[in-house]
């Protein structure tokens, strides 16, 4: 089931035929995405007036200490002295912070369920977890307590609550927006993104943090737009089932650019057909950065975790590190290759997640999950390649969203957004 | 003067003419570069069997604690669990590590004269420094204490000392070698670089860590080489003097493509021809990400600074944070117009530093001194626009070393060294 008309506010409508609330009814304490409140005024004004913005606590606010999702880093790291820069880009751009959102421990989850602060609402669908990490700030914009939202993606971070709730979540190129502030997880994949229930604000967001305009350059025209075969096979039938008019609607809306490809083609390889090989390049090179960049503050602060990172970490500590070197290998040939196909002009399409969010408590956190299994291929393509991807809320299975996503090639974060707009004006 | 045979052994003739020893001869004593001996044997056999490397002290050893050339961040780290990313890739690829090298104090110098360790050698120049931040991994290459050695390049810190040393430094492109187990200091600039006496020891080193060959695609093809006018125009007489007829051998070498050009026309902007612009979009966003990465800790930890980072520091503290978002929208105009500029073919040349090396204790560590205002500009371009730079040591001013630098677009490193091959093969 598919909005047929691509509305903006499909979440909105969504949300209240669930709860029978209006989104403006939903209370702070209902949605339960937020760890702190503050107000944090604007240092400018710019074109980011009026508007209210969350931030995930993985990334610092001056004053506060950032928890990352765990009491124990809360308890073993000073408070910041300074914002994170795209904190202090945002407020100088006009925009009011209202407070910090909660994350899954150490953002390495894509569940949204944390054992020690909870579980924030999923407006669209509230029995059903939001997605992680990034669960506060998908949750504080899907129930309309703030206009925008901080998250950060690595595997999914973003993207993934961003189909789960119903909203537009963007992550960006790879190394644009500054990583100063913010908990380092996997460095050569880690990006700060964002949410918004309507695109115009993700867009002024996007011109504020990236900034992605060229003022001598025209208006990026778009080439072809290549479905990516082997991620829309990963989906469930109903998530496939519910993106096909979407999918018709682009072919409408781009006629004669929009066609099937695989992901051996694009990348000249064959090992690039088989979701295991995404799977692995993935897993390898986050698993074994984030020891770098974690472990010693694990072995020494001997944080206790919920089940879910737990069990991740059990994984993680797995890998043979001295094999780091054959992931990168494969993951740069990749993702020079994907860049190479796609150029200036060109897109990808694929589902954002195989399927929609899981129900809460499903404890399908283990790595071999077929939940993670499915997942992570899809949503490694873009980190694999840094492209820029935007995932847009226009699928439904049911009631319950699902969202369709547009990646272009590093740097042409410009090209996405403009392709969005196009695709979502009013006819 | 230059030495007109562009002989990579330059280096080690001059030092022993200086120092009266041949390199062999210069003990670990001597050279200073190292704050910690040990031998990690490889992980496995590979491309760079057979030899031997040593890492900067902001770059993790498992069950050592990195120091970053202070002794209160020493006391107040953890040992690393596990070895950096780039480390493990060594190892993988057959080379035996032999230890760490001294840093300027959390990276934060273009010296390499530490407070608390000393100061590392410079055989090519023993009353000069060796330049910083990378000091001891430039003096354990230049000493020939290792084949090669891992260093950090926010603003300049791979590529000065090897200027000042007389050897090859790589700055890679920005976001290809993984920071993972890297101390941060300014995201969006850092960069894991290395040095090597020999360029193909240094090719080796780049295709194990980056890597940057395409076995589908031929060797890059040569389209200009553009001279940049305003970084000339900013080194000493002497400096000038001494790269003339190394770029009369380029334009020999790469005959009708060798040209002057400035930033204004590359970046098509006039502000780009005012060295001051460069200086302040590098300063504004390396200053305020490195109080967001490193500001909790001087809070809490009151380290004990030498004169060198304390000046810095005072600086960096008056930053307005608000104005970072003017700094990174100049920065991503700039940074995009030269890789559109450049493309998949052409090439900056540019004196690698405008100055050969400060004689030691001359205290010009203020950010204001003649030194920085002219250095930071030159070393800022590649910086800004996440360009691959590679020093070529092949200027001296009398027997003092002064390197010639070449750069390319974001992601063509293998141009780069491709073009220096071709440069410096015997004709």
Chains 1, 2 share one sequence.
């Not at 506060?64 to 795209?86: E, M």
């Not at 039938?237 to 004669?256: E, I, K, M, W, Y």
Request: hydrophobic letters at 40%.
């Amino acid at each position: 089931m598919v909005n047929p008309s691509l509305n903006r506010d499909a979440t909105i409508r969504t949300l209240s035929n669930i709860l029978g609330l209006t989104v403006s009814e939903i209370t702070l304490e209902q949605s339960g995405a937020f760890v702190e409140r503050f107000t944090l005024p604007p240092t400018r004004s710019g074109s980011l007036d009026d508007l209210t913005f969350a931030v995930k606590d993985l990334i610092d606010i001056a004053g506060h200490t950032t928890g990352c999702g765990n009491p124990t880093w809360l308890a073993t790291h000073p408070p910041a002295t300074v914002n994170a820069i795209c904190v202090d880009q945002i407020l100088a751009a006009g925009a009011r912070c209202v407070g910090k959102t909660i994350t899954d421990e150490i953002a390495f989850s894509l569940f949204g369920e944390n054992h020690h602060y909870g579980t924030p609402l999923n407006p669209a669908a509230p029995d059903r977890v939001p997605g992680g990490s990034s669960s506060g700030s998908a949750s504080a914009v899907a129930c309309a307590l703030v206009d925008f939202a901080l998250g950060t993606d690595t595997g999914g971070s973003v993207r993934v609550p961003a189909s789960n709730c119903g909203i537009w979540g963007l992550r960006p190129s790879h190394g644009f927006i500054s990583l100063a502030g913010v908990m380092p997880l996997a460095p050569t994949y880690d990006t700060v993104g964002f949410f918004a229930r309507d695109l115009n604000v993700l867009n002024r967001v996007a011109n504020s943090l990236l900034p992605i305009a060229d003022p001598a350059a025209g208006p990026p025209t778009v080439g072809a737009i290549h479905l990516i075969k082997e991620l829309f096979a990963l989906a469930d039938s109903a998530v496939q089932n519910a993106l096909t008019p979407v999918v018709d609607q682009l072919r409408h809306t781009f006629h004669g650019k929009v066609r099937e490809t695989s992901l051996a083609e694009l990348c000249g390889d064959v090992r690039a057909a088989n979701p295991a090989t995404w799977l692995t390049i993935y897993r390898v090179l986050q698993g074994t950065e984030m020891l770098s960049c974690l472990g010693a503050w694990m072995e020494s602060a001997a944080p206790e975790f919920g089940p879910a990172p737990s069990v991740g970490l059990q994984f993680v500590r797995s890998h043979d590190r001295s094999r780091v070197g054959e992931a990168i290998a494969l993951r740069e040939l990749f993702c020079r290759r994907l860049n190479g196909a796609l150029g200036p002009h060109d897109l990808l399409c694929l589902p954002t997640a195989p399927t929609i969010a899981p129900l809460k408590n499903s404890k399908a956190y283990d790595r071999n999950s077929d939940y993670y299994i499915r997942t992570l291929p899809v949503t490694a393509v873009s980190g694999v390649g840094r492209l820029p991807q935007l995932s847009l809320p226009l699928g439904q299975v049911g009631t319950v969203p699902i969202g369709l996503s547009l990646a272009a090639a590093h740097g042409n974060d410009l090209l996405l957004l403009n392709v969005a707009k196009q695709f979502t004006a009013p006819r």
